[in-house]
Protein backbone atom coordinates (compact mmCIF):
# COMPACT_ATOMS: atom_id res chain seq x y z
CA UNK A 1 0.00 0.00 0.00
CA UNK A 2 2.94 2.36 -0.01
CA UNK A 3 2.93 2.56 -4.06
CA UNK A 4 -0.98 3.93 -3.69
CA UNK A 5 -1.39 7.44 -4.91
CA UNK A 6 -4.54 7.71 -4.21
CA UNK A 7 -5.97 6.42 -1.40
CA UNK A 8 -9.44 7.77 -1.14
CA UNK A 9 -10.23 6.33 -4.44
CA UNK A 10 -8.18 3.05 -3.83
CA UNK A 11 -10.58 2.11 -0.26
CA UNK A 12 -13.53 2.82 -2.61
CA UNK A 13 -12.71 0.96 -5.03
CA UNK A 14 -12.39 -1.98 -2.82
CA UNK A 15 -15.23 -0.98 -0.67
CA UNK A 16 -17.26 -1.22 -4.16
CA UNK A 17 -15.72 -5.12 -4.99
CA UNK A 18 -15.54 -6.56 -2.01
CA UNK A 19 -19.08 -7.82 -0.33
CA UNK A 20 -20.89 -6.86 2.22
CA UNK A 21 -19.09 -8.49 5.24
CA UNK A 22 -16.36 -9.14 3.09
CA UNK A 23 -12.73 -8.43 4.55
CA UNK A 24 -9.92 -6.40 3.54
CA UNK A 25 -6.22 -7.96 4.77
CA UNK A 26 -3.00 -5.92 4.18
CA UNK A 27 0.70 -6.05 5.30
CA UNK A 28 2.26 -2.96 4.61
CA UNK A 29 5.27 -0.61 5.96
CA UNK A 30 4.80 2.25 8.24
CA UNK A 31 5.40 5.40 7.22
CA UNK A 32 7.03 5.91 10.53
CA UNK A 33 10.16 2.84 9.92
CA UNK A 34 13.60 4.40 9.49
CA UNK A 35 13.22 2.35 6.12
CA UNK A 36 10.23 4.09 5.04
CA UNK A 37 11.50 8.03 6.44
CA UNK A 38 14.97 7.57 4.26
CA UNK A 39 12.75 6.38 1.33
CA UNK A 40 10.60 9.03 1.85
CA UNK A 41 13.77 11.60 1.59
CA UNK A 42 14.98 9.83 -1.29
CA UNK A 43 14.64 9.84 -5.16
CA UNK A 44 12.73 6.60 -6.58
CA UNK A 45 16.23 6.54 -8.73
CA UNK A 46 17.99 6.03 -5.44
CA UNK A 47 16.13 3.03 -4.62
CA UNK A 48 16.29 1.64 -8.39
CA UNK A 49 20.02 1.90 -7.42
CA UNK A 50 20.24 -0.10 -3.99
CA UNK A 51 17.72 -2.36 -5.31
CA UNK A 52 19.92 -3.76 -8.43
CA UNK A 53 23.06 -3.93 -5.68
CA UNK A 54 20.56 -6.52 -4.08
CA UNK A 55 19.67 -8.29 -7.21
CA UNK A 56 16.17 -6.69 -7.88
CA UNK A 57 15.41 -5.41 -11.62
CA UNK A 58 15.63 -1.83 -12.26
CA UNK A 59 11.82 -1.69 -13.23
CA UNK A 60 10.73 -3.30 -10.63
CA UNK A 61 11.21 -0.63 -8.16
CA UNK A 62 8.17 1.75 -8.05
CA UNK A 63 7.49 5.06 -6.49
CA UNK A 64 6.84 4.71 -2.58
CA UNK A 65 3.86 7.52 -1.75
CA UNK A 66 3.58 6.79 2.08
CA UNK A 67 -0.20 7.29 1.78
CA UNK A 68 -1.91 4.79 3.42
CA UNK A 69 0.91 3.50 5.64
CA UNK A 70 -0.33 4.37 9.42
CA UNK A 71 -3.27 3.67 11.23
CA UNK A 72 -4.96 7.20 11.47
CA UNK A 73 -4.52 6.97 7.42
CA UNK A 74 -6.15 3.48 7.45
CA UNK A 75 -8.91 4.54 9.85
CA UNK A 76 -9.54 7.77 7.93
CA UNK A 77 -9.86 6.44 4.18
CA UNK A 78 -11.30 3.52 4.55
CA UNK A 79 -13.93 4.32 7.24
CA UNK A 80 -15.17 7.10 4.59
CA UNK A 81 -15.26 3.76 1.99
CA UNK A 82 -17.02 2.08 4.64
CA UNK A 83 -14.65 -0.44 5.84
CA UNK A 84 -14.45 -0.96 9.75
CA UNK A 85 -10.86 -1.88 10.86
CA UNK A 86 -11.31 -5.37 12.75
CA UNK A 87 -7.44 -5.82 13.37
CA UNK A 88 -3.94 -3.98 13.70
CA UNK A 89 -0.80 -5.04 14.58
CA UNK A 90 2.84 -3.92 14.43
CA UNK A 91 6.39 -5.97 14.04
CA UNK A 92 10.04 -5.15 13.72
CA UNK A 93 12.16 -7.78 11.83
CA UNK A 94 15.41 -8.81 11.18
CA UNK A 95 17.48 -5.38 9.57
CA UNK A 96 18.44 -7.05 6.67
CA UNK A 97 18.37 -3.38 5.16
CA UNK A 98 21.49 -2.80 7.25
CA UNK A 99 23.52 -5.52 6.50
CA UNK A 100 26.41 -3.79 4.59
CA UNK A 101 28.25 -3.28 7.95
CA UNK A 102 28.48 -5.13 11.01
CA UNK A 103 28.10 -2.38 12.96
CA UNK A 104 24.93 -1.06 11.30
CA UNK A 105 23.49 -4.64 12.00
CA UNK A 106 23.87 -4.74 15.92
CA UNK A 107 22.20 -1.40 16.07
CA UNK A 108 19.73 -2.36 13.83
CA UNK A 109 19.31 -5.30 15.95
CA UNK A 110 19.17 -3.57 19.22
CA UNK A 111 16.41 -1.35 17.34
CA UNK A 112 14.58 -4.69 16.48
CA UNK A 113 14.85 -5.15 20.37
CA UNK A 114 13.40 -1.93 21.62
CA UNK A 115 10.48 -1.57 19.09
CA UNK A 116 9.50 -4.80 19.76
CA UNK A 117 9.62 -4.61 23.40
CA UNK A 118 7.95 -1.28 24.20
CA UNK A 119 4.20 -1.31 23.24
CA UNK A 120 4.63 2.81 23.16
CA UNK A 121 6.98 2.69 20.02
CA UNK A 122 4.45 0.19 18.03
CA UNK A 123 4.42 2.61 15.54
CA UNK A 124 7.97 2.72 14.82
CA UNK A 125 8.23 -1.00 14.13
CA UNK A 126 8.40 -1.74 10.50
CA UNK A 127 5.69 -3.41 8.76
CA UNK A 128 2.31 -3.81 10.42
CA UNK A 129 -0.74 -6.17 9.29
CA UNK A 130 -4.51 -4.62 9.03
CA UNK A 131 -8.10 -6.33 8.54
CA UNK A 132 -10.94 -4.56 7.54
CA UNK A 133 -14.18 -5.32 7.39
CA UNK A 134 -16.87 -3.89 4.44
CA UNK A 135 -19.34 -2.83 6.36
CA UNK A 136 -21.52 -0.91 3.17
CA UNK A 137 -24.26 -2.92 1.95
CA UNK A 138 -24.88 -1.47 -1.42
CA UNK A 139 -21.40 -3.28 -2.47
CA UNK A 140 -21.19 -5.73 -5.93
CA UNK A 141 -20.88 -9.33 -5.17
Not at 23 to 43: D, G, K, N
Not at 44 to 68: I, K, S
Request: glycine share 6%.
Amino acid sequence: MEHVQLPGSFAAELGRIIRPGGLFLALTPSRFHYVSLIASCTPTRFHQWVNERRGRERQDTFPTQYRLNDRRQIERHFGQAGFELIGFDSFEVQPNYLKFSRLTFLLGAAYERVVNALNCLSSLRVNFTCALRNTKKDSVS
